[in-house]
């Protein structure tokens, strides 16, 4: 049974920093693409942060680019997002999901996601 776990979240102040984690268990991160979603209320799921099988090419949404950096360890079978420069518009439910595809390049669409964590609530005050 796939199970992916978000960790990290919380309520921290604009202009600060968090790390969410994503612990998964029945895939192998390191044949795996993972992608980092959020979701505010009233707002459809978005894509933030993507992350190869390979760890070579990562995708970034124009509002969270040289703030948010994806990664992942292998070893651990753990993927990360850490998030600095917080802004209170960053607020949302972060997602971590893993798709199997595309063997090349990315993918930014949710519905190729198959697995996916709870859930983990982020808030930026002003």
């Known amino acids: 049974q796939v199970k992916l776990v978000e960790s990290g979240g919380g309520l921290v102040q604009a202009g600060g920093s968090l790390r969410l984690s994503c612990a998964a268990s029945?895939?192998?991160?390191?044949?795996?693409?993972v992608g980092w979603f959020r979701q505010a209320p009233g707002k459809e799921r978005d894509i933030v942060a993507v992350?190869?099988?390979?760890?070579?090419?990562?995708y970034y949404v124009d509002s969270v680019k040289g703030r948010f950096t994806v990664s992942k360890d292998n070893a651990k079978n753990m993927a990360y997002l850490q998030m600095n420069s917080l802004r209170p518009e960053d607020t949302a439910v972060y997602y971590c999901a893993a798709t199997s595809l595309p063997k090349v390049g990315v993918t930014t669409l949710h519905t190729m996601y198959g697995y996916w964590g709870q859930g983990t609530q982020v808030t930026v005050s002003a």
């Open positions: 029945g895939i192998t991160f390191s044949i795996y693409t």
């Open positions: 992350l190869n099988w390979s760890g070579g090419i990562t």
